[in-house]
């Protein structure tokens, strides 16, 4: 019998064991038991931590990340968007004497950023040379991917994010928004195909030189628009025709791309298979979204609990506590609250999803943060199943492939303050 199967009754008869003395022991009067029980605290068992990269990742999610950092522990982090947009309808009712007046391009903030938004960011926006389009042999767009845009920049502007405001306004080539006004004025295009002639996409992307934030947009609510009048209305406004994202589409991914050359993380090769373990990184584990960077958490030894008491005894309750050191984050590299848990196997593909790592402050007031999470699901596979001595748990932060959050933990080993593996143990007779 194990102890998962002992009744409701008795668990909750041992949640109220776990505060009292862990050498204590009781006899239970249920007659389906009729054992001894002791409940121990173990905190010995090793645990072995390692980063390993992804060579790359689906780019998905709602978001376009557009921006340029260069963080000190993962090196330079770029973020470029490719998007579609195309006419709402394809027939329009405009009078020979209107003109057109300009172009812009609307990107709406949706409340992402990371790195330092006080700086200068500046955007550069490039024509497509090809439609987004995936090849036959994939159903998904990657981190990697990239298109060949035209080297003339239609629209540019530098400024420093207000994320709290609505959108940010970029002018656009008048060149462009003129041929794109006169062919929809004179109805000369009749469906999407005809329109991608004139306009394929656009690329969005920092320039090379900026050190700043990757900021996000929602696709869905930005937009080109093109501003036309009649120039006999004298002061009346400029009315307008919009070319819209089509969510239904999925004509839109990011490209991220990361150079750690000169710092700590440029030893972790690509390719899932190339693990480093954190002794050789200083003690230390990193994990980026965007870019395919994992940790990877092991428990070589666990098998060994069978050995206290005959292996007459369960595991009750496992949690995994993990440091994240103060001294590596800040308001420009903050923290989120919260991590999901994936079981990987031995080639490090992903597997199950299941369980959530929390983040938080354990002591306000001095600053102390760490990651914890119940592993008890993954130790019960491993102590049941011979194929889990060689799988691992990896940390998976929320919205991993559509943003650039970092983190970096202790190692097992670290001398500030090593990451651990505490276990309540129940044994029966």
């Known amino acids: 019998m194990t102890f998962k199967n002992i009744t409701i009754g008795i668990i909750t008869l041992l949640i109220i064991l776990c505060s009292c003395d862990n050498t204590e022991s009781f006899s239970s009067d249920d007659d389906f038991i009729q054992s001894d029980v002791r409940i121990i605290d173990v905190d010995t068992f090793a645990i072995e931590m390692s980063t390993y990269r992804y060579d790359s990742i689906i780019s998905s999610g709602n978001r376009l990340l557009v921006g340029r950092y260069i963080d000190p522990y993962f090196g330079e982090v770029k973020a470029s968007a490719y998007v579609e947009f195309t006419p709402a309808n394809y027939y329009y ?5 209107v003109v057109f007046d300009s172009i812009v391009l609307n990107l709406s903030y949706d409340g992402y950023y990371y790195s330092d938004t006080l700086l200068t960011k500046t955007i550069e926006v490039r024509k497509l040379a090809k439609e987004i389009r995936l090849p036959s042999s994939q159903t998904n767009y990657y981190n990697t991917t990239l298109l060949q845009s035209d080297n003339e920049v239609i629209g540019q502007k530098s400024f420093k994010p207000r994320i709290g405001n609505d959108s940010l306004t970029i002018t656009l080539n008048p060149v462009l928004g003129n041929t794109i006004f006169n062919v929809l004025k004179s109805n000369n295009v009749n469906d999407r195909e005809e329109f991608l002639n004139y306009l394929k996409g656009l690329y969005i992307a920092p320039s090379d030189f900026e050190n700043a934030a990757i900021t996000g947009f929602a696709p869905a609510q930005s937009y080109i628009r093109l501003y036309y009048s009649n120039p006999g209305d004298g002061d009346v406004e400029s009315e307008y025709i919009d070319l819209v994202y089509n969510s239904s589409s999925n004509k839109f991914f990011n490209n991220i791309q990361g150079n750690a050359s000169g710092t700590i993380t440029q030893v972790i090769g690509g390719g899932q298979e190339n693990e480093v373990k954190s002794n050789d990184l200083q003690d230390l584990a990193f994990i980026q979204s965007g870019l395919g960077l994992m940790t990877k958490v092991t428990f070589p030894s666990i098998r060994n ?44 593909d992903i597997i199950a999803y299941g ?23 993954f130790l019960q596979s491993v102590l049941t199943d011979g194929r889990y001595l060689n799988y691992g748990l990896i940390f998976v932060p929320y919205n991993y492939n559509s943003s650039v959050d970092r983190l970096i933990l202790n190692g097992e080993n670290n001398q500030y303050h090593s990451s651990e593996l505490k276990l309540t143990y129940v044994i029966y007779d």
């Not at 938080?360 to 119940?374: H, Q, S």
Request: charged letters at 35%; one cysteine or more.
């Open 305 to 348: 609990i069978r050995e206290y008491n005959d292996g007459k005894g369960d595991i009750f309750k496992a949690q995994l506590k993990i440091k994240l050191d103060k001294r590596y984050y800040n308001d420009n590299y903050p923290i989120r609250d919260s991590v999901y848990l994936c079981t990987v196997d031995q080639n490090n």
């Open 355 to 377: 369980g959530v790592g929390y983040i938080a402050r354990e002591d306000p007031e001095i600053n102390e943060v760490y990651l914890t999470a119940d592993v008890n699901f």
């Open 93 to 97: 009712t405009l009078d020979d004497d």
